[in-house]
């Protein structure tokens, strides 16, 4: 079972997320895509437990909504936590924010998403433009909480002053490898604040599942499990950090929804936090900018 842990709303979100970059194609449609396949997977994750959903408006143009929205349909809409994106390029002012989490909605056949965020910085909005749009969006309904995607320091203090407090999640690039929310201080100002820290690249793209580092296959080893499992543990030792973990496959799924039906000792988490091998001080999705439009 997925616990969940508390936003500072006070409402409750499942302590580990199915990305579903892919789903649908890539940023585009992919018109040989197994779409029953993957409502197959989005089904499967969501029987096994798996409840979060984070996706996003621009996935395969939007058809991995259209795919997630058959998937969930006859589900209980109140047990389903769904994350919904929007890309910095799209999401530029209240009216688009609107708008693109409207069509959202109507893609997804649900009538409000559990949290809504802006995706990126975009340096030429003005912030105060986004902070009217996500508060918009909870004004009318459409999102119960709002939150920001790939923001460091700066950027996100000052969205979050404008937006009086409201922002109850930041997602940022983070495992055993890209430590950048650890070495920028963003990780610990987030917990005292009570903000969830989204980790997305959870497994960096698949390099963490694979054997080849000696120290995860040891632990791998010892606690009968795999590479994948023991790097999730890795980031589950903190009580604020949500992984998003992308998978296509029955059987990374059953990973996934029983990495809380065991427990890692203390010493092992320590020493993967200081002896793994590869730990780059930022992330690569999204360049610093220090940078933001008052």
């Not at 994350?83 to 799209?90: I, S």
Request: glycine share 8%; proline share 3%; charged share 25%.
């Amino acid at each position: 079972m997925i616990p969940t842990i508390s936003l500072k709303s006070g409402r409750e979100i499942p302590k580990i997320a199915l990305g579903t970059y892919m789903i649908g194609g890539g940023m585009k449609r992919d018109q040989n895509n197994d779409d029953s396949g993957q409502i197959k997977v989005l089904k499967y994750s969501i029987d096994s437990g798996i409840t979060h959903i984070r996706t996003a408006q621009n996935y395969a143009s939007g058809h991995c909504e259209e795919l997630i929205g058959q998937a969930i349909s006859g589900y209980d809409r109140n047990k389903l936590f769904i994350t919904v994106a929007v890309n910095e390029n799209f999401g530029i002012d209240e009216q688009s924010l609107v708008n693109e989490l409207t069509g959202s909605l109507k893609r997804l056949k649900a009538e409000y998403v559990d949290l809504y965020l802006i995706g990126g910085i975009n340096p030429g909005i003005s912030l105060k433009k986004i902070a009217n749009g996500l508060s918009k969006v909870k004004e009318m309904g459409l999102a119960k909480d709002v939150g920001t995607s790939n923001y460091r320091m700066n950027e996100f203090e000052y969205l979050n002053t404008l937006l009086d407090g409201q922002i109850v999640y930041n997602e940022l690039q983070y495992n055993l490898i890209i430590r950048e929310p650890d070495l920028d201080g963003m990780k610990e100002y987030l917990n005292e604040k009570g903000i969830v820290l989204g980790a997305y690249r959870a497994l960096q793209q698949g390099q963490l599942s694979k054997p080849g580092y000696i120290i995860l296959d040891k632990l791998a080893e010892k606690y009968h499990k795999t590479p994948s499992q023991i790097a999730l543990k890795w980031l589950l030792k903190d009580s604020q950090v949500v992984p998003i973990v992308k998978s296509s496959s029955k059987t990374h799924i059953d990973e996934i929804a029983t990495i809380f039906d065991w427990e890692m000792e203390k010493s092992d988490i320590d020493q993967l936090s200081i002896d793994f091998p590869i730990q780059i001080k930022k992330g690569d999705c999204m360049p610093p900018t220090n940078y933001f439009t008052k």
